[in-house]
């Protein structure tokens, strides 16, 4: 074997992706190449997903190489099996994503073809087409299959992956969760290989946008949509882009955990008060979310004061046309303290 990388026992975080430096590795015609996953003991979904992706861009970017995988019989490498992940990447072992119908506690891998689903929602908006699995992402993620926590959350899942389908031109969504009751920590992630969001940003009429990092900023300011004033005009009033998903999504999961946004060659991550910017590139636009399920009852009375903050936060940005990038750093730092750049 001439190229072995070795995973950590934990795939948790980002770096423990980001160290293995996957998009430096070199390897010529003739090469071998093994992934050695049998110290993993650990994995969440954000950082198995991550993985695979780099995983799966390595392999395709080397035709002639052989890329094997090597486990070992643990309950990291059943439950990866079972949720789909190394048929994700390539490797005939376990199930393939969209096979496996979950559990009390994860929703497995699941892979959608985006023209296939704006296909099957024909006439209907596609975030309403979208509820099924949204709601099926929220019973298991909340634990609940009604109330106020389960209709919050479910928005979120929805608006993602609405933005997704609505917004991003791309062939794939993908989408993975999985709660912890030990912990009642949940965890989602949601990404697509579309144009990503800075391209849908840049020609806005009401900002002035000229970068990555700047785009993400924008994305979640209240009432900022990527989609033309004109187009707006002319949508349904219930399925309209009224700019508010993401607005919301990220205040509100910040609160509750954290959400984090990674599109281009730049990501945000938003967690308890605290904004910290990333250099991670990536194609297509990535969203996660995690959260805590035991504090229901005060989430739900957060709501309807995010939504009241972000309509005249909204009206008050409004006022400087364009709106500039420093306005919208100024409005994420009057509610999230800067961190160290990471
Ligand atoms: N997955 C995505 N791919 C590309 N662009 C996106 C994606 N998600 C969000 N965006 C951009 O961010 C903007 C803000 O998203 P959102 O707050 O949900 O507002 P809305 O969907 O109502 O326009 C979108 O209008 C779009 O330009
Ligand atoms: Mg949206």
């Known amino acids: 074997m001439d ?15 980001f160290d293995l430096g996957l998009e430096r590795i070199a390897m010529e015609a003739g090469d ?3 992934f050695d996953m049998r110290s993993c003991r650990f994995g969440e979904p954000f ?49 393939a994503p969209n096979e496996a119908h979950g559990s009390q506690n994860y929703s497995p891998v699941r892979t959608f073809s985006l023209p296939k689903l704006i296909k099957q929602a024909a006439d209907e908006p596609v975030g309403k087409h979208l509820t099924k699995y949204s709601s099926e992402l929220a019973e298991v ?3 609940s299959r009604d ?20 917004h991003s031109r791309g062939n794939e969504l993908v989408v993975f969760g999985q709660h912890w009751p030990a912990k009642s920590i949940s965890e989602i992630v949601v990404f697509d290989d579309g144009v990503g969001v800075s391209e849908n940003l840049y020609e806005n009429e009401y900002i002035e946008c000229a970068t ?15 989609v033309s004033r004109d187009d707006r005009m002319n949508q349904d009033d219930k399925w309209g882009n009224s700019g508010f998903g993401l607005y ?37 636009t990535w969203i996660h979310l995690r959260f805590r399920t035991d504090q229901a009852a005060s989430q739900v009375e957060r709501i309807n004061e995010i939504i009241e903050e972000g309509k005249s936060e909204f009206s008050g940005i409004l006022r400087e046309f364009p709106i500039q990038p420093s306005a919208a750093s100024k409005l994420l730092a009057s509610h999230f303290e800067k961190s160290d750049f990471a």
Request: aromatic share 12%.
């Open 248 to 284: 919301v999504t990220s205040r509100f999961c910040s609160e509750a955990g954290l959400f984090r946004i990674i599109s281009g060659n730049s990501g945000l991550t938003l967690a308890k008060g605290v904004q910290t910017e990333h250099s991670w590139s990536h194609s297509g």
């Open 147 to 166: 109330g106020a926590i389960f209709d919050l959350y479910e928005y979120c899942f929805r608006e993602i992956m609405r933005n997704a389908a609505e």
């Open 212 to 226: 990555n990092r700047d785009a993400l900023k924008f994305a979640i300011l209240p009432g900022i949509s990527g």
């Open 141 to 143: 993620l909340c634990q």
């Open 3 to 17: 190229v072995v990388i070795k995973l950590p026992p934990r795939l948790s975080l980002a770096a423990h992706v």
């Open 47 to 95: 950082a198995m997903l991550l993985f695979a992706k780099q995983a799966k861009e390595l392999i395709r970017k080397h035709p002639q190489i052989a890329f094997f995988v090597r486990t070992t019989q643990s309950d990291f490498t059943r439950y990866a099996g079972h949720v789909g992940f190394f048929k994700f990447i390539g490797f005939d072992l376990g199930k």
């Open 32 to 34: 071998q190449c093994e």
